[in-house]
């Protein structure tokens, strides 16, 4: 049972690069989202979905596109990557919402 | 708007108890979580807590809440050096279908 696994486990990008991180779950769970890291900020909610086909902003959506056209898949797209993207990107999903959230090992990403 | 605020960091000695602080603002929020994060890898869920329950023990791990404070504690008994981590609260909001909301995070460190 794999869980949750994002790939690249790391990526260098030049600023104005676009690229995804992908993130896919085996658990059959409707609730997926993204979090970044940032030293003494915690983790800040960037995109959720509730289930396939519907998406959602969180506090930090700008700059970042997603979509959920499985149920397993839940890719996030960095469309014009800047310097303040650099950050250490974490994938959750669970089964619902308000049920234990499983989390992917991150992506660690530097835009210079 | 939602707000989870913990200190950054807390030493003690090994064999010692371990109390880390979060208070939050939300008050209708159902749950509220405990997750551990070990260096280079993703957050695990330690414990959680009904909003109705004002404490909950599973073996080493305390959890208090006070309600009236918006206050949630995480107590470890006889720590070891391998609770070594940062330690995260977060809360669920239900009325942004329970999204969590994280603190920035205490790093423990436990001297032998």
């Known amino acids: 049972n794999a869980g949750v696994t994002q790939t690249p486990k790391f990526q260098v990008l030049k600023t104005g690069q676009s690229m995804t991180l992908q993130c896919a779950q085996d658990m059959n769970h409707e609730y997926m989202s993204w979090y970044r890291q940032d030293p003494g900020m915690g983790l800040r909610l960037i995109h959720y979905?509730?289930?396939?086909?519907?998406?959602d902003q969180g506090e930090v959506p700008n700059g970042y596109n997603v979509s959920r056209s499985t149920t397993e898949d839940f890719p996030l797209r960095l469309l014009s990557a800047a310097p303040s993207q650099t950050s250490v990107y974490f994938c959750?999903?669970?089964?619902?919402?308000?049920?234990?959230?499983?989390f992917g090992q991150g992506t660690r990403l530097t835009v210079v | 708007g939602e707000d989870v605020e913990q200190s950054l960091f807390l030493s003690v000695r090994e064999g010692d108890s371990s109390v880390i602080n979060c208070t939050y603002t939300?008050?209708?929020?159902?749950?509220l979580y405990w997750y551990k994060q070990e260096p280079g890898a993703g957050l695990q869920l330690l414990t959680y807590i009904f909003s109705n329950m004002d404490m909950k023990q599973d073996q080493r791990l305390t959890v208090l809440l006070n309600k009236k404070d918006k206050h949630l504690s995480l107590r470890i008994a006889d720590t070891q050096t391998g609770d070594s981590a940062i330690y995260f609260c977060?809360?669920?909001?239900?009325?942004?279908?329970?999204?969590?909301?994280f603190g920035q995070g205490t790093e423990l460190s436990v001297k032998p």
């Open positions: 939300d008050s209708s929020s159902t749950y």
């Open positions: 959750a999903s669970s089964f619902q919402v308000n049920t234990e959230a499983f």
């Open positions: 979905s509730v289930g396939a086909g519907i998406t």
């Open positions: 977060a809360e669920s909001i239900d009325n942004q279908g329970g999204k969590l909301i």
